[in-house]
């Protein structure tokens, strides 16, 4: 299964331990009501070194000075990181949750309630966990706060159930990570001759509840004598040779199962889900007098085995093409395969170039020429240099002047890769924001000097879905915009979508021939799968995005691919899968 290859190793536990540190230090800050920008430090901190691909342990080893060169380290995270590998703690970090309460730290991730509120609730009401803030909410004891009323009110316990939803699950990335850990490990068993993650894993869903991993091996013992001693496991839940089920440190539950050799392609099916996809399968197969378990393909009159040493025979068994696992979620896909009408899913190798990219210029990491090199190394075609406006303060965001210096920058770095003889080209672009009532924070004038101009929202995420869809459809009527990125401005880790018409969106989208971005960073995935089929099935073109903040970022492209696939996109579908010259003419400059 290639989308897992062995070298694919993005993320490394220690980094994203730290990373949990510095995010947690800046929630604690922010209820605090400390300094903004000491906040904002922790948390870019955060991201950057959540998506390093190499382990930010081994820099340390190799020579500690190195580590202030990553972007928005300086001297005082160099320690904490340092502190942190050393003892597994931060010092500072312990002395925020003993003045404050870790259980404060949930109460952020309800849709609704802010660093302010919960330093409110807790001043005035003395609440401090979810549970507490539930109970005050049913009783109506929040509604006479400074700020607060019913409707209010209403919006946190809703926001508590969305949250209750998420609870137990993690993001795809953090998945990945552990799941490729596991895979490798069990590989150097002897006598393993193949470990593959099923469930919503191999479906790329953008969060997973816990993993599922099949092995085939000579002798299951000793697959499960070797699992439940790798190094992450807290506990075993339960120990068996066909299942073994552990708990990680983390709180990740992992089954691995090891199956027959015979019966590997149907167990394959059956554990890679979605559950709704194999229950309308076993009824398509019912129907046809068969039977599917995780064993195989059986004839119902008999109990004859089939098929089941391959997934394609699964599928071959009930008159069916084979179904790629991101299609698996009873969408219309069993259908679309009986049909022969299965879409002819985009690849990562599709992509030509990455629009969403910001440099050292705004928040970023890195130049432009570090940037294209490594763009030029992915074999890309073209990078759009894509770094904020000025409205983005906190990001650094550039006024004219800066672009204007930015665009000179860049035609002359395009003049000395001509002049080398390179075909790579560095296009100029902007991530504009929108402002409030839709206009946009560079002039028209600027925006013209740029090949491409992406526009986002970044700022009041509480209008009313009416506005919102109105102030994002005022940028894309002003005829200047060519993508819309990250257009319902989620974040999986801790922050709902701002309310938005997504098929208004999309006409006025379709309208103006602006396209919308599927943004490929691991916390966004924004658009999402449903959103993506939506925008195909309407017309609207789609642009799959990085949002680069630090070079080694654009290999988050994959993830962005992955959700769009689940979204049936296809090459066609998208932007920048086409050679820079028609690019170009597609999007009219
Ligand atoms: P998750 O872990 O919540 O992110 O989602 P999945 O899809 O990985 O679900 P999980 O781990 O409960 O089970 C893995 C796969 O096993 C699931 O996608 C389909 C299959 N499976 C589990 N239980 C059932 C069942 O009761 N009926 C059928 N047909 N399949 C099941
Ligand atoms: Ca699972
Ligand atoms: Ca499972």
New binding site residues.
């Given amino acids: 299964m290639t989308i897992f290859a062995s070298s694919y190793n993005l993320w490394n536990m220690e980094n994203l331990d730290i990373a949990k540190v510095f995010y947690e230090i800046a929630d604690l800050l922010e209820i605090k009501g400390e300094n903004p920008f000491r906040i904002r430090s922790y948390r870019n901190a955060g991201l950057v070194i959540e998506g390093l691909p190499v382990n930010i342990k081994s820099i340390v080893e190799r020579n500690e000075e190195e580590l202030e060169e990553i972007p928005g380290i300086g001297e005082s995270l160099h320690e904490k990181i340092v502190e942190i590998l050393k003892t597994g703690k931060s010092h500072f970090h312990q002395e925020l949750l003993r003045e404050l309460s870790p259980s404060l730290l949930d109460l952020l991730k309800v849709s609704g309630v802010g660093p302010k509120k919960v330093k409110l609730f807790y001043d005035e009401l003395g609440i401090k966990s979810i549970e507490e803030l539930e109970k005050a909410a049913t009783a109506g004891k929040l509604r006479g706060l400074p700020g607060m009323g019913e409707k209010s009110e209403e919006k946190i316990l809703k926001g508590i159930k969305s949250f209750q939803a998420t609870v137990g699950?993690f993001g795809l990335a953090v998945g990945l990570s552990y799941a490729d850990q596991i895979v490798e490990y069990l590989k150097k068993t002897p006598g393993v001759i193949d470990a593959v993650p099923?469930?919503?894993?191999r479906?790329w869903?953008e969060?997973?509840?816990?993993?599922?991993i099949l092995v085939t091996a000579k002798k299951a013992s000793t697959v499960m004598d070797r699992f439940v001693s790798f190094p992450d496991v807290a506990s075993v839940v339960a120990k068996g040779d066909t299942k073994t089920t552990v708990m990680l440190k983390n709180g990740m539950q992992t089954?691995v199962r090891v199956l027959d050799k015979k019966s590997f392609g149907a167990a394959l099916q059956?554990?890679?889900?979605?559950?709704a996809h194999?229950?309308a399968l076993?009824d398509r197969a019912n129907r046809m007098g068969l039977k599917i378990s995780e064993y195989g393909v059986f004839r119902e009159k008999d109990e004859k085995w089939i098929a089941g040493e391959k997934e394609e025979d699964v599928y071959k068994a009930v008159g069916l093409p084979y179904i790629p696992p991101e299609l698996r979620e009873n969408r219309g896909e069993i259908g679309a395969a009986e049909k022969g009408k299965l879409p002819k899913l985009i690849e990562v190798d599709d992509i030509k170039g990455d629009l969403h990219i910001h440099t050292k210029a705004s928040d970023g990491g890195n130049t432009i020429e570090v940037l294209a090199e490594y763009a030029v190394k992915k074999g890309y075609e073209y990078i759009a240099i894509t770094d904020h406006s000025k409205a983005v303060g906190i990001a650094h965001g550039l006024n004219e002047e800066r672009l204007l210096k930015q665009i000179e920058e860049i035609d002359r770095f395009n003049k000395r890769l001509t002049s080398h003889g390179s075909p790579f080209t560095v296009l100029k672009g902007t991530e504009v924001d929108i402002k409030g009532d839709g206009t946009l924070d560079h002039s028209e004038e600027a925006l013209k000097k740029l090949d491409v101009v992406v526009a986002t929202v970044h700022s009041k995420f509480n209008m009313t879905e009416e506005d919102m869809t109105k102030r994002i459809i005022n940028a894309i009527e002003t005829g200047l915009v060519h993508v819309i990125a990250h257009p319902t401005g989620r974040l999986l880790t801790g922050r709902e979508p701002y309310p938005v018409n997504m098929e208004k969106l999309l006409e006025a989208a379709k309208k103006h021939n602006v396209a919308m971005e599927v943004n490929a960073y691991p916390d966004r995935l924004d658009l999402n799968d449903v959103h993506c089929k939506m925008a195909k099935d309407m017309g609207v073109m789609l642009v799959i995005s990085t949002d680069t903040h630090h070079y080694l970022q654009m290999d988050y492209m994959r993830f962005g691919v992955n959700n769009a696939r689940r979204g049936w996109v296809e090459k066609k579908d998208v932007l920048n899968t086409r050679p820079l010259n028609e690019l170009l003419k597609m999007i009219n400059r």
């Fill in positions: 699950r099923a469930g919503s894993l479906r869903k969060t997973i509840g816990d993993l599922d089954d059956y554990f890679t889900g979605s559950k194999n229950v076993r």
